[in-house]
């Protein structure tokens, strides 16, 4: 697979665990009542899925990707926390 296949699927697993934590962040959403919080356990296995990706590129040996997927995943991190509360 090519580097921009194989970052792009992992940038998009990464993605999805990254905007569900910031959905379900309980501080995020406190004083609007609004949101669904998640247990700690379900938020930790969610933080670990976001790392999958990562771990499975660094052992399958693409290391472009691998760069690809940190930077990606770090910008896209910083704006799901800069959203507001009402985007999500």
Known sequence: ???IAT???ATAVSLV???LLAKSDDKRHRRGGRGWPLSS???RCLAGL???????LMFTG????LLVWLG???VLGWLAALLP????
């Open 7 to 9: 970052s792009s699927i």
């Open 41 to 43: 356990g379900v938020r």
């Open 50 to 56: 976001c790392l999958m990706p990562g771990l499975v």
């Open 62 to 65: 693409y290391a472009t990707s």
């Open 17 to 19: 665990c990254v905007v």
């Open 1 to 3: 697979m090519s580097v």
């Open 85 to 88: 509360r009402r985007v999500l």
């Open 72 to 74: 990606a995943i770090t």
